[in-house]
């Protein structure tokens, strides 16, 4: 162990993601070797390495890192000295794929309580300014960014997706996509009695997509449809949508269903978001019937 | 601003230290391992193997070399920070509570558990400077707090010892003889178990949390009562801003009680408050489970958060952070 410590290189400026492993195992000439396509203008890293998995297969893989600068900071010598230690413990054995450290894809601030004379939060819209009426707002869905691109124009299409986060961002930056949200919040209206939807033909199409419902339980309190709406459709067309609200308090009860119009959109919602962190709480998402097979 | 979030550890966070420079982050967790991270963009460093329980404090030395920490595997291990090898263990009949060197770095505090009959102590040890002379003598035992003491951390200019815990009351000792000085007032203090105490950079001031849903601001001097902030949830842990006048707390349910109490009480937040006017800036939300760790990096422009969900969240302040008007 101690002969492959000190073979690995002390240049004081390397960074360890480039660092290449010493043990990596015995048939590392198989594979090719690492590239790293450095930081473009965006800020996009791009690493891509190979390594045998526990099967003996080739594996490929590609991480995709956006490198941000903070800003800069005052570092005293002593620190700047600390930053090239080696790693140690646990850590001996880090690779780029660790996924211990990532930065939050939600934006968090810091929530003013709202008391009658304070100013009002800053706005999250971005520096976008008012929305001329009949301007067309371009919005993102995979980084949240407006005005810039459409979904399939992303640049960062590989990124994780962030979450919409509709309970922080008041509502007005999000004009483009207020339609569905126009349904009251204060009575339920069954689908079939709301304006704008299909009277005829739709019977047998609903009870079909009946059997795609996906229901979500672990819902925070002010989860209401829009936002499952817009949780749920990048999956696929969403056909309807229900959040139990408890009329007394107006707090959504935890729990709601989603009806997707294709079964497989369902089955790919419910291996991804089950588990999924949404607002402070980890969502649990399954099939609303028995497993209908 | 966008937390960056580090799942090194497996089991809920217990403590949270950065070092003097604020280039260095230390966590420790009920998981057996205490973790080094890099506290601008939350790399990991290292981790120190030994510890066989869960280790509930820490505390560097002023030059970053000499880690200790306290766990429940009834050890108090010396580590050196950039290598993490194992230094020296002092061993004890119960579990240590709570670690913290002194001004200096030649003497520490550990607390014990009450275990087995065994009262809980408070003990000063001293630090050798070369770790083979290293000796486990205490220069100082003091007995006599009933029920567990949760922090105990030196004074100003190391004269003196002021220890929380349990019994809801904080008494100032003499370092040298152990003589107890002070005991903070039954009726203004808190009523139910102090569970985190922070020293405010220059020591002339400490916050203490407590599970009565309140954190008290005290002088150090005088142990009066300056400050009461008001929560609505038990305090896990506090920390105080060295640069602007906020503090901020974090807490809530312990896993054992979030079936027996209502479903809405679960939100996880750090709470800023301004440290004078007492009121509440705003809260910080984002972890899964209750806050149990809370620190503020030197230079007051990043603080992390550590909870029971495992998670540590470090969060650069946005620029509007430090143009907030109350």
């Not at chain 2, 087995?116 to 220069?139: C, H, L």
């Amino acid at each position: 162990m101690a002969a492959v410590e000190s073979a690995r290189p002390q240049a004081a400026k390397l960074r360890w993601g480039e660092l290449e492993e010493d043990d990596a195992g015995d048939l590392d000439f198989l594979l090719p070797p690492r590239v790293v396509e450095g930081p473009d203008e965006n800020g996009i890293k791009k690493t891509t390495e190979y390594r045998f998995d526990e099967d003996g297969n080739k594996v490929k893989v590609t991480t995709t890192t956006r490198v941000r600068k903070l800003g800069k900071a005052r570092v005293s010598k002593k620190a700047k000295e600390r930053r090239n230690w080696a790693k140690f413990g646990d850590a001996v054995h880090e690779d780029v794929g660790s996924r211990l450290t990532m930065v939050s894809t939600e934006e968090i601030l810091l929530e003013r309580p709202r008391a009658p004379g304070t100013k009002e939060e800053p706005s999250v819209s971005e520096g976008l300014g008012p929305v001329q009426p009949g301007a067309v707002l371009m919005v993102c869905r995979t980084c949240g960014k407006k005005g810039d691109h459409w979904t399939s124009k992303c640049p960062y299409k590989d990124l994780a997706q962030p979450p919409e986060t509709f309970v922080e961002r008041p509502s007005t930056a999000d004009a483009a996509s207020a339609a569905p949200g126009g349904a009251g919040r204060s009575a339920y209206v069954p689908p079939s009695m709301r304006g704008g939807g299909e009277r005829t033909g739709t019977e047998m199409s609903r009870r079909r997509n009946d059997e795609n419902s996906v229901r979500v339980t672990n819902l925070s309190e002010d989860t209401r449809e829009p936002d499952l709406l817009e949780l749920f459709r990048t999956f696929g067309p969403v056909s309807r949508v229900y959040v139990a609200i408890d009329q007394k308090t107006g707090m959504s009860r935890g729990f709601g269903f989603v009806n997707f119009v294709h079964r497989e959109d369902a089955e790919r919602a419910i291996n991804k978001l089950n588990g999924y962190g949404y607002d402070n709480l980890i969502l649990r998402v399954e099939w609303a019937t028995p497993r209908p097979n | 601003m966008r937390p960056i979030l580090m799942k090194g550890h497996e089991r809920p966070l217990t403590f949270l230290k950065y070092n003097r420079e604020g280039d260095l982050l230390l966590s420790c967790a009920k998981d057996h391992t205490p973790t080094v991270w890099f506290a601008d963009d939350g790399q990991r460093l290292g981790t120190y193997r030994g510890h066989n329980g869960a280790v509930w404090c820490c505390d560097v030395s002023h030059d970053s070399t000499r880690l200790v920490t306290g766990s429940a595997d009834q050890s108090v291990k010396l580590w050196d920070v950039q290598t993490g090898t194992q230094l020296y263990s002092f061993n004890f009949n119960s579990p240590a509570r709570s670690v913290d060197f002194s001004v200096g770095d030649k003497l520490v505090i550990i607390t014990t558990d009450p275990f087995m009959g065994n009262p809980s102590t408070i003990q000063v040890k001293r630090i050798a400077e070369d770790p083979e002379d290293q000796t486990s003598d205490s220069v100082l035992t003091i007995k006599g707090p009933q029920g567990r003491i949760n922090r105990a951390v030196w004074g100003p200019l190391n004269k003196t010892i002021i220890s929380a815990g349990e019994d809801s009351i904080i008494r100032i000792w003499d370092s040298e003889t152990g003589r107890l000085l002070k005991e903070s007032d039954k009726e203004s203090g808190h009523q139910k178990t102090i569970s985190s105490l922070c020293m405010f950079t220059d020591k002339s001031h400490f916050l203490t949390g407590s599970a009565d849903k309140s954190a008290k601001l005290w002088d150090t001097r005088s142990l009066t009562l300056l400050k009461t902030y008001q929560m609505d949830r038990p305090v896990n842990a506090v920390a105080i801003s060295p640069l602007l006048d906020h503090v901020v707390i974090g807490g809530g349910q312990e896993a054992v009680n979030v079936t027996m109490t209502d479903r809405r009480a679960g939100k996880f937040e750090a709470k800023f408050y301004h440290k004078i006017l007492q009121d509440e800036i705003g809260g910080v939300k984002g972890h899964f489970g209750p806050i149990n760790a809370l620190a503020f990096n030197p230079d007051g422009r990043s603080f992390s958060s550590g909870g029971e969900d495992g998670y540590v969240r470090l969060h650069h302040f946005d620029p509007d952070y430090f143009s907030i008007r109350m």
